[in-house]
């Protein structure tokens, strides 16, 4: 009997050939789903690599202004192609689209959506899979809010308002302004978390307010994650820390939660218990806003 080791295929160990009676006899041993890692379509970057091939192959040369040149085999612009116009090299470009763990920064990804001459929710899309920045997002601090978005507040007939990305009042209408007594009516600071952890005013009006104020928190740590270093929010987070121990103590227990909707209850010191559905709205191209509305049950 021989046996001869021939390759170890990816999902194949070891293929043995065994000769018998002058037959040859192939065995093959593959590993269980167990030890198997997951399919690369599974991981984020293969999803990435995925996503940019897709678009280079949609591109033709004749679009980005090259020859289509003689002998092309493969649809739209070859690899080395799009490395030339995004100025990184072709080996760095191939690994990203085989979802090999290369890094990939903001700028690189800036230049690839740039050639591959994506849209702008392609281009969202791409820096999303990739968990970066745009760098091309507007900067709140020097992009005021649309005047239509603040507009529209007046126009709604219940409690609304608009929060820009540290959560501060931008706009709100007088049925908000009658709701939030200590926050939205008279001189006081308009931070929506100034006022829940710092204002006494906000204790009495919230109904369970530590349950409240601890789903707060948690939601802004989950609103805040692409700019949890930006010098405002910062600063905003280690104020609260500072001036409020609730605040500290949810900050520190890294809860995490989605800006969610649903029933809110106030007890307000002049038309006492009110009950309302809480409506949160994102403006198209300028996610960092919300408009939230208060419906009453």
């Not at 005013?201 to 989950?222: G, P």
């Not at 609730?246 to 209850?265: I, K, N, P, T, Y």
Request: proline residues 7%; positive net charge.
């Amino acid at each position: 009997m021989y046996r001869y080791k021939l390759s170890n295929y990816s999902g194949i160990y070891t293929t043995l050939l065994t000769r018998r009676n002058n037959r040859m006899i192939t065995r093959t041993s593959t590993p269980s789903s167990a030890d198997q890692p997951p399919p690369l379509d599974a991981t984020p970057a293969r999803a990435l690599g995925d996503f940019i091939r897709a678009h280079r192959e949609r591109l033709s040369p004749q679009a980005v202004g090259l020859p289509p040149g003689p002998r092309r085999r493969t649809p739209g612009l070859r690899r080395e192609e799009v490395a030339q116009l995004c100025g990184v090299s072709p080996t760095w470009y191939t690994w990203i689209e085989q979802g090999r763990p290369v890094s990939a920064s903001a700028d690189a990804l800036a230049r690839i959506a740039v050639a591959l001459q994506l849209s702008r929710a392609e281009r969202a899309y791409l820096f999303e899979l990739a968990a970066q920045r745009d760098p091309a997002e507007p900067d709140p601090a020097a992009a005021d809010a649309p005047a239509t978005l603040l507009e529209t507040v007046q126009l709604v007939n219940a409690p609304a308002y608009v929060l820009d990305r540290q959560w501060n009042a931008l706009a709100w209408n007088e049925r908000a302004a009658g709701l939030f007594v200590g926050w939205l009516d008279g001189a006081h600071d308009r931070n929506l978390l100034r006022y829940t952890f710092t204002e006494s005013a906000a204790r009495e009006l919230i109904v369970d307010w530590e349950t409240r104020a601890r789903r707060l928190a948690a939601e802004f740590r989950a609103d805040s994650i692409r700019h949890l270093n930006d010098a405002p929010t910062r600063a905003l987070i280690d104020s609260l820390t500072a001036a409020s121990d609730a605040f500290a103590r949810f900050w520190a227990s890294q809860d995490v939660g989605g800006r969610e909707g649903g029933r809110r209850e106030f007890n307000h010191p002049r038309d006492g218990r009110l009950v309302y559905d809480q409506i949160t709205f994102k403006p198209a191209h300028r996610e960092d806003l919300k408009l939230v509305v208060l419906v009453r049950e």
